[in-house]
Protein backbone atom coordinates (compact mmCIF):
# COMPACT_ATOMS: atom_id res chain seq x y z
CA UNK A 1 0.00 0.00 0.00
CA UNK A 2 3.15 2.45 -0.30
CA UNK A 3 1.78 3.93 -3.51
CA UNK A 4 -1.61 4.95 -1.73
CA UNK A 5 -1.96 7.86 0.83
CA UNK A 6 -3.76 5.64 3.98
CA UNK A 7 -6.89 7.11 5.53
CA UNK A 8 -7.60 9.56 1.96
CA UNK A 9 -10.03 8.73 -0.86
CA UNK A 10 -10.05 9.55 -4.28
CA UNK A 11 -10.51 13.23 -5.17
CA UNK A 12 -12.50 12.82 -7.98
CA UNK A 13 -14.72 9.77 -6.82
CA UNK A 14 -14.33 9.36 -3.73
CA UNK A 15 -14.71 6.06 -3.38
CA UNK A 16 -11.38 4.06 -3.42
CA UNK A 17 -7.92 5.04 -2.19
CA UNK A 18 -6.20 7.43 -4.13
CA UNK A 19 -2.23 7.62 -5.52
CA UNK A 20 0.31 10.13 -3.69
CA UNK A 21 1.10 11.96 -6.97
CA UNK A 22 -1.90 12.67 -8.36
CA UNK A 23 -5.28 12.48 -6.05
CA UNK A 24 -6.68 10.02 -7.99
CA UNK A 25 -7.33 6.15 -8.04
CA UNK A 26 -7.15 3.43 -10.30
CA UNK A 27 -10.45 3.53 -12.10
CA UNK A 28 -10.21 7.40 -12.55
CA UNK A 29 -7.47 7.18 -14.48
CA UNK A 30 -8.20 4.44 -16.32
CA UNK A 31 -11.21 6.16 -17.72
CA UNK A 32 -9.17 9.03 -18.26
CA UNK A 33 -7.05 6.92 -20.66
CA UNK A 34 -9.81 5.59 -22.55
CA UNK A 35 -11.36 8.91 -23.12
CA UNK A 36 -8.17 10.21 -24.00
CA UNK A 37 -7.20 7.14 -26.70
CA UNK A 38 -11.06 7.78 -27.87
CA UNK A 39 -10.26 11.84 -28.53
CA UNK A 40 -6.63 11.43 -29.75
CA UNK A 41 -6.69 7.76 -31.72
CA UNK A 42 -4.61 8.77 -34.47
CA UNK A 43 -1.65 10.70 -32.28
CA UNK A 44 -1.99 7.56 -29.93
CA UNK A 45 -1.55 5.02 -32.49
CA UNK A 46 1.83 6.94 -33.74
CA UNK A 47 3.20 7.25 -30.74
CA UNK A 48 2.92 3.71 -30.18
CA UNK A 49 4.35 2.67 -34.00
CA UNK A 50 6.82 4.94 -32.99
CA UNK A 51 7.97 3.23 -30.04
CA UNK A 52 7.63 -0.22 -31.26
CA UNK A 53 10.15 0.68 -34.10
CA UNK A 54 12.56 2.53 -31.57
CA UNK A 55 12.03 -1.04 -29.19
CA UNK A 56 11.32 -3.56 -31.90
CA UNK A 57 14.00 -5.89 -30.59
CA UNK A 58 13.84 -5.51 -27.10
CA UNK A 59 9.45 -6.25 -27.20
CA UNK A 60 10.47 -8.84 -29.51
CA UNK A 61 12.52 -11.13 -26.74
CA UNK A 62 10.39 -9.62 -23.67
CA UNK A 63 6.87 -11.43 -26.30
CA UNK A 64 8.49 -14.75 -27.23
CA UNK A 65 10.03 -15.36 -23.02
CA UNK A 66 6.19 -14.40 -22.05
CA UNK A 67 4.70 -16.52 -25.07
CA UNK A 68 6.33 -19.29 -23.74
CA UNK A 69 5.38 -18.93 -20.00
CA UNK A 70 2.05 -18.69 -20.93
CA UNK A 71 1.59 -21.01 -23.66
CA UNK A 72 -1.73 -22.55 -22.58
CA UNK A 73 -3.20 -18.75 -21.96
CA UNK A 74 -2.35 -17.73 -25.37
CA UNK A 75 -3.61 -20.59 -27.03
CA UNK A 76 -7.10 -20.90 -25.80
CA UNK A 77 -6.92 -17.03 -25.56
CA UNK A 78 -6.45 -17.22 -30.21
CA UNK A 79 -9.14 -19.81 -30.42
CA UNK A 80 -11.48 -17.60 -28.72
CA UNK A 81 -10.87 -14.62 -30.56
CA UNK A 82 -10.57 -16.56 -33.80
CA UNK A 83 -14.29 -17.76 -32.64
CA UNK A 84 -15.66 -14.73 -31.77
CA UNK A 85 -14.37 -12.91 -34.61
CA UNK A 86 -13.94 -14.69 -37.81
CA UNK A 87 -16.06 -12.85 -40.36
CA UNK A 88 -14.54 -9.94 -39.74
CA UNK A 89 -10.59 -11.45 -39.57
CA UNK A 90 -11.46 -13.09 -42.62
CA UNK A 91 -12.69 -9.89 -44.79
CA UNK A 92 -8.89 -8.10 -42.93
CA UNK A 93 -7.15 -10.93 -44.13
CA UNK A 94 -8.51 -11.14 -47.91
CA UNK A 95 -8.16 -7.20 -48.15
CA UNK A 96 -4.30 -7.74 -46.40
CA UNK A 97 -3.83 -10.49 -49.32
CA UNK A 98 -4.97 -8.22 -52.21
CA UNK A 99 -3.10 -5.30 -51.20
CA UNK A 100 0.53 -7.39 -50.63
CA UNK A 101 -0.23 -9.79 -52.81
CA UNK A 102 3.39 -9.72 -54.68
CA UNK A 103 5.13 -8.83 -50.92
CA UNK A 104 3.61 -12.13 -49.46
CA UNK A 105 4.50 -14.15 -52.49
CA UNK A 106 8.49 -13.02 -52.37
CA UNK A 107 8.14 -13.57 -48.98
CA UNK A 108 6.84 -17.24 -49.30
CA UNK A 109 9.21 -17.43 -52.25
CA UNK A 110 12.35 -16.66 -50.09
CA UNK A 111 11.31 -18.24 -47.20
CA UNK A 112 11.13 -21.46 -48.95
CA UNK A 113 14.24 -21.17 -50.70
CA UNK A 114 16.22 -20.37 -47.20
CA UNK A 115 14.59 -23.38 -45.70
CA UNK A 116 14.08 -25.49 -48.82
CA UNK A 117 15.98 -28.69 -47.50
CA UNK A 118 14.26 -28.81 -43.94
CA UNK A 119 10.52 -27.80 -45.55
CA UNK A 120 11.05 -30.97 -47.91
CA UNK A 121 11.98 -33.49 -45.15
CA UNK A 122 9.68 -32.22 -43.36
CA UNK A 123 6.69 -32.85 -45.92
CA UNK A 124 8.58 -36.51 -46.58
CA UNK A 125 8.77 -37.68 -43.21
CA UNK A 126 4.68 -36.20 -42.43
CA UNK A 127 3.62 -38.21 -45.77
CA UNK A 128 5.46 -41.60 -44.96
CA UNK A 129 3.80 -41.20 -41.05
CA UNK A 130 0.59 -41.17 -43.17
CA UNK A 131 -2.16 -43.98 -43.42
CA UNK A 132 -3.48 -44.88 -47.02
CA UNK A 133 -6.89 -43.12 -45.99
CA UNK A 134 -5.16 -39.75 -44.45
CA UNK A 135 -2.87 -39.90 -48.18
CA UNK A 136 -6.24 -39.91 -49.98
CA UNK A 137 -7.83 -37.55 -48.49
CA UNK A 138 -4.67 -35.34 -48.40
CA UNK A 139 -4.80 -35.93 -52.25
CA UNK A 140 -8.91 -34.83 -52.49
CA UNK A 141 -8.23 -31.90 -50.49
CA UNK A 142 -5.03 -30.51 -52.34
CA UNK A 143 -7.13 -31.14 -55.95
CA UNK A 144 -10.03 -29.22 -54.49
CA UNK A 145 -7.39 -26.06 -53.43
CA UNK A 146 -6.28 -26.15 -56.89
CA UNK A 147 -9.27 -26.11 -58.50
CA UNK A 148 -10.36 -23.73 -56.28
CA UNK A 149 -7.95 -21.51 -57.33
CA UNK A 150 -8.16 -21.79 -60.96
CA UNK A 151 -11.82 -21.11 -60.68
CA UNK A 152 -10.93 -17.47 -59.22
CA UNK A 153 -8.47 -16.88 -61.92
CA UNK A 154 -8.86 -14.47 -64.74
CA UNK A 155 -8.35 -16.05 -68.09
CA UNK A 156 -4.97 -13.81 -68.23
CA UNK A 157 -4.20 -15.82 -65.19
CA UNK A 158 -4.83 -18.66 -65.80
CA UNK A 159 -2.82 -18.33 -69.47
CA UNK A 160 0.72 -17.55 -67.19
CA UNK A 161 -0.30 -19.96 -64.55
CA UNK A 162 -0.41 -22.94 -66.95
CA UNK A 163 2.58 -21.72 -69.22
CA UNK A 164 4.73 -21.31 -65.44
CA UNK A 165 3.67 -25.46 -64.41
CA UNK A 166 4.37 -26.43 -68.17
CA UNK A 167 7.97 -24.40 -67.63
CA UNK A 168 8.65 -25.81 -64.69
CA UNK A 169 7.72 -29.78 -65.23
CA UNK A 170 9.51 -29.09 -67.94
CA UNK A 171 12.69 -27.83 -66.20
CA UNK A 172 12.21 -29.80 -63.48
CA UNK A 173 12.34 -33.35 -66.27
CA UNK A 174 15.35 -32.38 -68.11
CA UNK A 175 17.07 -31.99 -64.98
CA UNK A 176 15.88 -35.27 -63.38
CA UNK A 177 15.84 -37.21 -66.27
CA UNK A 178 17.97 -40.23 -66.05
CA UNK A 179 16.88 -40.26 -62.31
CA UNK A 180 13.06 -40.18 -63.47
CA UNK A 181 13.97 -43.40 -66.20
CA UNK A 182 15.51 -45.37 -63.87
CA UNK A 183 12.66 -44.28 -61.27
CA UNK A 184 9.77 -45.44 -63.82
CA UNK A 185 11.90 -48.36 -65.07
CA UNK A 186 12.02 -49.85 -61.35
CA UNK A 187 8.54 -48.92 -60.79
CA UNK A 188 7.17 -51.03 -63.67
CA UNK A 189 8.95 -54.38 -62.86
CA UNK A 190 7.75 -54.11 -59.50
CA UNK A 191 4.31 -53.53 -60.52
CA UNK A 192 3.77 -55.50 -63.62
CA UNK A 193 -0.17 -56.25 -63.30
CA UNK A 194 -0.62 -52.06 -63.21
CA UNK A 195 1.71 -51.30 -65.83
CA UNK A 196 -0.39 -53.96 -68.01
CA UNK A 197 -3.54 -52.10 -66.72
CA UNK A 198 -2.15 -48.59 -67.49
CA UNK A 199 -1.24 -50.40 -71.69
CA UNK A 200 -4.70 -51.61 -71.85
CA UNK A 201 -6.32 -48.05 -70.97
CA UNK A 202 -4.17 -46.05 -72.97
CA UNK A 203 -5.08 -48.92 -76.25
CA UNK A 204 -8.62 -48.56 -75.04
CA UNK A 205 -9.13 -45.19 -75.31
CA UNK A 206 -7.17 -44.82 -78.31
CA UNK A 207 -9.56 -47.27 -80.22
CA UNK A 208 -12.04 -45.29 -78.97
CA UNK A 209 -11.10 -42.25 -80.21
CA UNK A 210 -10.41 -43.65 -83.37
CA UNK A 211 -7.47 -42.83 -86.09
CA UNK A 212 -4.29 -44.03 -86.81
CA UNK A 213 -1.12 -43.06 -88.92
CA UNK A 214 1.09 -45.39 -90.96
CA UNK A 215 4.91 -44.45 -90.53
CA UNK A 216 4.86 -43.29 -94.24
CA UNK A 217 2.31 -41.03 -92.97
CA UNK A 218 4.48 -39.89 -90.14
CA UNK A 219 7.54 -39.81 -92.74
CA UNK A 220 6.31 -37.19 -94.66
CA UNK A 221 5.11 -34.97 -91.91
CA UNK A 222 8.72 -35.13 -90.64
CA UNK A 223 10.50 -34.36 -93.80
CA UNK A 224 7.86 -31.76 -94.55
CA UNK A 225 9.10 -30.00 -91.63
CA UNK A 226 12.69 -31.10 -92.20
CA UNK A 227 12.80 -33.21 -89.07
CA UNK A 228 12.57 -29.98 -86.95
CA UNK A 229 10.34 -29.12 -83.71
CA UNK A 230 7.50 -26.69 -85.29
CA UNK A 231 7.44 -24.92 -81.75
CA UNK A 232 8.36 -21.07 -82.62
CA UNK A 233 10.96 -20.79 -79.74
CA UNK A 234 12.81 -23.50 -81.70
CA UNK A 235 11.80 -22.48 -85.20
CA UNK A 236 13.73 -18.86 -83.85
CA UNK A 237 16.28 -20.68 -82.03
CA UNK A 238 17.82 -21.42 -85.62
CA UNK A 239 16.81 -19.15 -88.49
CA UNK A 240 19.36 -21.58 -91.14
CA UNK A 241 16.43 -24.02 -91.62
CA UNK A 242 18.27 -27.45 -92.50
CA UNK A 243 17.54 -29.14 -95.64
CA UNK A 244 14.71 -31.33 -95.60
CA UNK A 245 16.09 -35.02 -94.55
CA UNK A 246 19.43 -33.78 -93.29
CA UNK A 247 18.15 -32.53 -89.72
CA UNK A 248 20.59 -32.83 -86.95
CA UNK A 249 18.01 -31.55 -84.35
CA UNK A 250 17.04 -33.31 -80.98
CA UNK A 251 14.66 -36.58 -81.06
CA UNK A 252 11.10 -35.59 -82.27
CA UNK A 253 8.31 -36.46 -81.22
CA UNK A 254 4.87 -37.46 -82.22
CA UNK A 255 2.25 -35.14 -80.01
CA UNK A 256 -1.31 -35.16 -80.61
CA UNK A 257 -2.66 -31.43 -80.58
CA UNK A 258 -6.01 -32.43 -79.03
CA UNK A 259 -4.67 -34.88 -76.22
CA UNK A 260 -5.80 -38.83 -76.20
CA UNK A 261 -7.20 -37.53 -72.90
CA UNK A 262 -9.29 -34.92 -74.44
CA UNK A 263 -10.71 -37.43 -76.99
CA UNK A 264 -8.22 -36.41 -79.77
CA UNK A 265 -7.85 -39.16 -82.37
CA UNK A 266 -4.73 -40.47 -83.88
CA UNK A 267 -5.34 -39.83 -87.39
CA UNK A 268 -2.30 -37.97 -89.21
CA UNK A 269 -4.06 -34.57 -89.19
CA UNK A 270 -4.03 -34.90 -85.18
CA UNK A 271 -0.34 -34.91 -85.28
CA UNK A 272 2.78 -32.44 -85.52
CA UNK A 273 6.78 -32.86 -84.77
CA UNK A 274 7.92 -31.32 -81.28
CA UNK A 275 10.91 -31.84 -79.22
CA UNK A 276 10.78 -33.36 -76.03
CA UNK A 277 11.12 -30.13 -74.23
CA UNK A 278 8.19 -28.59 -75.60
CA UNK A 279 6.25 -31.64 -75.93
CA UNK A 280 6.35 -31.63 -72.35
CA UNK A 281 5.79 -27.73 -71.78
CA UNK A 282 2.55 -28.55 -73.74
CA UNK A 283 1.13 -30.96 -71.87
CA UNK A 284 -2.95 -31.55 -71.98
CA UNK A 285 -3.36 -28.33 -73.98
CA UNK A 286 -4.60 -27.96 -77.56
CA UNK A 287 -2.41 -26.07 -79.20
CA UNK A 288 -1.48 -26.35 -83.04
CA UNK A 289 1.93 -25.07 -83.56
CA UNK A 290 1.96 -26.48 -87.39
CA UNK A 291 0.09 -23.43 -89.26
CA UNK A 292 3.15 -20.88 -87.60
CA UNK A 293 5.52 -23.12 -89.02
CA UNK A 294 4.30 -23.24 -92.29
CA UNK A 295 3.90 -19.33 -92.51
CA UNK A 296 7.12 -18.96 -90.83
CA UNK A 297 9.17 -21.11 -93.41
CA UNK A 298 7.29 -20.55 -96.27
CA UNK A 299 6.14 -23.80 -97.06
CA UNK A 300 4.08 -25.30 -100.15
CA UNK A 301 0.32 -25.36 -98.61
CA UNK A 302 -0.53 -27.82 -101.57
CA UNK A 303 1.73 -30.36 -100.35
CA UNK A 304 0.72 -29.46 -96.79
CA UNK A 305 -3.17 -30.94 -98.07
CA UNK A 306 -1.65 -34.19 -99.52
CA UNK A 307 -0.23 -34.88 -96.54
CA UNK A 308 -3.07 -33.94 -93.94
CA UNK A 309 -5.40 -36.64 -95.99
CA UNK A 310 -8.09 -36.26 -92.97
CA UNK A 311 -10.09 -33.79 -91.30
CA UNK A 312 -8.62 -32.58 -88.25
CA UNK A 313 -9.81 -33.70 -85.36
Given at each position: ??????????????????????????????????????????????????????????ISEKYKIWAVDNKEHLTNYNKNYWRDNKERLNIRHKEYVLENKEHIQQTSRDYYQTNKNIILEGR????????????DALLIRQYAHREKRLANMSDVELLAYNKRVNER????????????????????????????????RRRA???????????????????????????????????????????????????HINPIS???????????????????????GVIDYRWYAIKFLGLDLVEWKDIINHKNS
Open positions: MTDFIEGKLCRNCGKTKRYKNSGKCVYCIYKRGVKYRAENTEKVKLRKKKYYEENKEAKNKYDNMGSAEKSATNYQKNKQKRLIQSNEWRKNNPEKTRAAKQKVAKNGGSFTSDEWLKLYEFFSGHCVHPDCLHEDNTFPQRGNSTHKAIHADNGGTSFISNIQPLCANHNTQKGV
